[in-house]
């Protein structure tokens, strides 16, 4: 989810970079590429890009250790999960470093001011960028036939440590976490395949199928993760019942009475 908000985050402020573009200037400006590298923007796409397909592949690789080793899992401390993401967001780095070498080899280069992510970046480092996000997410996703097929070893045995509980919360977690790969694979993988093979920019069905992935994720927990749908009942409630309160509250004045002399 994190991933999801960092990637609308990067949409918001092009929107805002683009509509300052079209409001002050008459025509579309022409600026350098190492410029445009630099935009609020482009560097927001340039972390996210790379990090949502290597954050992807890092929770399959936390579901396959769940699943192979759960005894131990289960006693893991924070700090793994704090590794296990800063392992991913680890891998951006020599994204990052490669393209502004590239960006800086080029830095003469005019591109449209529109600055845009493939106008930011040399050609090969933009189809290299979207080749990490394709196949981290494809790794990720094929992780899960051994995972399943474990899985599913775990859910029937008798004999194994696990309590019931741990066994629904392993099975349910699980879950999640492949439907949102799969919601990766759809609307992020093929959306990019698309992008590297016809390099036509503004394509609009490739902008909505990425802003509707964090939609479809969040219906994804709320579907899956029991809790977090008795939390959001909760809320709703809670507010129903705060308005209805409020309906039914009345206000009765105070009555002063003076006596007759």
């Not at 579309?28 to 935009?39: A, D, I, N």
């Not at 890092?58 to 192979?68: G, N, Q």
Request: hydrophobic fraction near 50%; aromatic fraction near 14%; glycine fraction near 4%.
């Amino acid at each position: 989810m994190f991933s999801d908000a960092l990637f609308g985050s990067a949409y918001l402020v092009a929107g805002i970079y683009n509509l300052s573009v079209y409001y002050h200037e008459q025509y579309f400006p022409w600026q350098t590429r190492f410029y445009c590298f630099f935009r609020p923007h482009v560097q927001l796409f340039i972390i996210v890009t790379p990090a949502v397909g290597l954050i992807s592949l890092a929770t399959s690789i936390d579901r396959l250790l769940s699943v192979f080793k759960p005894v131990q899992y289960f006693h893991w401390s924070r700090k793994y999960a704090y590794f296990m993401g800063f392992l991913a967001f680890a891998g951006v780095i020599p994204v990052y470093i490669i393209s502004l070498i590239g960006a800086y080899e080029t830095r003469d280069t005019f591109v449209n001011g529109l600055c845009l992510l493939q106008y930011a970046l040399v050609p090969v480092m933009y189809s290299s960028m979207r080749m990490v996000r394709i196949c981290s997410s494809i790794i990720g996703a094929l992780l899960y036939v051994p995972i399943l097929f474990k899985l599913k070893q775990i859910i029937t045995a008798t004999n194994n440590f696990l309590s019931d509980s741990q066994k629904k919360g392993l099975t349910r977690t699980t879950m999640t976490i492949l439907l949102i790969t799969l919601n990766e694979i759809i609307l992020f993988t093929i959306p990019d395949i698309y992008v590297i093979i016809n390099t036509v920019p503004n394509n609009l069905l490739f902008f909505l199928m990425n802003l509707n992935k964090g939609v479809i994720n969040m219906i994804v927990f709320l579907w899956t993760q029991q809790e977090l749908r008795k939390c959001a009942l909760f809320w709703r409630l809670k507010n129903h019942s705060l308005a209805s309160r409020s309906n039914g509250h009345r206000v009765v004045p105070k009555v002063i009475t003076v006596s007759r002399t």
